[in-house]
């Protein structure tokens, strides 16, 4: 059903009261608080209408009304005036490590927002290995580092066969090829496939051993790149601050949740098939310890297309003026860092 615009204009008022005082909004407070010309009378009707709607509710018989997240559903989708994002910081594109850039971006965002935030690494289907480099460690060990399309860089250190004596440089140099040569351009599901990777003929005796632990080492890292429930997240005393979550069962299920990737995941799933910011609210989050929160989330790209996902979680009563389009500048920001390591 449609608002009228004084219904619009009241929910608008509850919402953004609510979230700024943490208390039930009354006919008498918005009626002194907004010069819109009518009585406290004729609020009080305004709000009853409201709540039987859906769009309210009254958490105590003698309290004011707060939004329901249906209400908070409207206010997102039509009244949300988004506050301009004015000096905000910028991600580090030094940061070539794909872990260390997540991290930065979400404490970022965590600390622009006041809310946790989350972020999901690129997803592996689009993933490939760009290079694989091998050098010298040491006591004839060697490091094997590989280089994925998103940037992140993953490396094993590994020792030497038994009774094999050190490989020469010109050797190692041979295997770093080798390597390259038969595993650069594979995407992740490929390398992380159980089929072992047999050695060119030009490799003998303990170098066609070294290929066999380097091979191995790179499908593992690959494995571990793969892993598509891993979720970063910063921020997580954020929760405790919100006065929803003073009830000790609230907290603990919800924390339980931003330390169990794999529900985590699952939240922000909704993102995954969006192009703008998605906003999940309460009850339509498929996760139920989660249906106290609202998730605000938005996908990040690598040139044109679509790696993974960042946002924020906090609760229903979130300030959704800042929340979204603080979410929409730091997923831009995170996808022209990407962009420009990926070399697009």
Known sequence: MSLDERKQKILGAVVRDYVETVRPVGSEELAARHPWGVKSATIRNELADLAE?????????????IPSDRGYR???DHLMVARAVEGAPDCDARALDLEHLLRQTCALLTRMTSYTSVATPPRPADTRLSRVFVSPAGDGRLLVVGLFSTGQAENRLLGPPPDAPEATPAE????????????????LDALAAPEATPPPPELQGAQRARFD??????????????????????????ILR???????????????????????????????????????????NPVQAMQECSVVTASYYVGARERGTIGVVG?????????????SFFARSLSQTLTRLGGW
């Open 172 to 187: 190692i140099v041979a295997l770093g090829n080798a390597l390259d040569a038969a595993l650069a351009g594979q995407t």
């Open 213 to 238: 632990a380097l091979a191995e080492a790179v499908r593992q890292m690959a494995r571990q790149a793969a892993d598509e429930d891993q979720v970063y997240l910063e921020g997580t005393r954020e």
């Open 53 to 65: 709607l859906g769009y309210l509710r009254q958490p105590h018989t003698s309290a004011g009304r």
């Open 315 to 327: 609760p229903t009563r979130m300030d959704y003026d800042r929340a979204v389009p603080a979410v």
């Open 242 to 284: 919100q006065p929803e979550f003073r009830d000790v069962g609230k907290i603990e299920s919800v924390l339980e949740t931003l330390q169990r990737r794999t529900l985590l995941y699952q939240s922000l799933s909704h993102a995954l098939w969006h192009s703008d910011v998605t906003v999940v609210i309460g009850a339509e």
């Open 74 to 76: 409207f206010y997102v």
